[in-house]
């Protein structure tokens, strides 16, 4: 069974989601809302003082993710704010698995949509060298990690 906090992020992305499908845009009240309810959600885990770095925390680590993906216009600004949202509800551990979680589940939809499109090719060529030989070394890591 979920707890509060979960049951709560969960229903803030899925509305995230729904509204970012209808109408093209995350609206600032659900994340300004979405951040004040993991404060408020997270204060009686512990001292005031632990949940406010562990908040803080967690929402620069998934804003802080994301950002260069906006800055360099490969991501819109309501995925930033909402992935610092869910990491005040996480902290900044859980942000950041989450934040490469979505990295590589991204990676591989994007992928799909280009072998579904037919463009996998001019796809791959578009990617600058040092992208490429980044993703291979990933993807060799991913693929030969030892537990």
């Given at each position: 069974?979920?707890?509060?906090?979960?049951?709560?992020?969960?229903?803030?992305?899925?509305?995230?989601?729904?509204?970012?499908?209808?109408?093209?845009?995350?609206?600032?009240?659900?994340?300004?809302?979405?951040?004040?309810?993991?404060?408020?959600?997270?204060?009686?885990?512990?001292?005031?003082?632990?949940?406010?770095?562990?908040?803080?925390?967690?929402?620069?680590?998934?804003?802080?993710?994301?950002?260069?993906?906006?800055?360099?216009?490969?991501?819109?600004?309501?995925?930033?704010?909402?992935?610092?949202?869910?990491?005040?509800?996480?902290?900044?551990?859980?942000?950041?698995?989450?934040?490469?979680?979505?990295?590589?589940?991204?990676g591989a939809m994007a992928v799909l949509m280009l072998l579904h499109s037919g463009r996998l090719r001019d796809?791959?060529?578009?990617?600058?060298?040092?992208?490429?030989?980044?993703?291979?070394?990933?993807?060799?890591?991913?693929?030969?990690?030892?537990?």
């Amino acid at each position: 069974m979920f707890n509060a906090m979960e049951f709560t992020l969960i229903c803030l992305v899925a509305q995230a989601a729904v509204t970012d499908l209808a109408v093209r845009k995350i609206p600032n009240v659900l994340v300004l809302s979405g951040l004040a309810l993991a404060l408020l959600l997270r204060s009686p885990h512990g001292d005031l003082w632990s949940a406010l770095l562990s908040w803080l925390g967690g929402a620069l680590a998934g804003l802080l993710l994301f950002l260069p993906l906006y800055l360099a216009r490969g991501m819109a600004a309501g995925d930033v704010k909402l992935m610092a949202m869910v990491g005040a509800f996480v902290g900044p551990a859980e942000a950041l698995r989450i934040g490469l979680l979505v990295f590589l589940i991204g990676g591989a939809m994007a992928v799909l949509m280009l072998l579904h499109s037919g463009r996998l090719r001019d796809g791959w060529r578009n990617l600058p060298r040092c992208s490429r030989r980044c993703c291979c070394a990933c993807a060799a890591c991913l693929c030969c990690r030892r537990r």
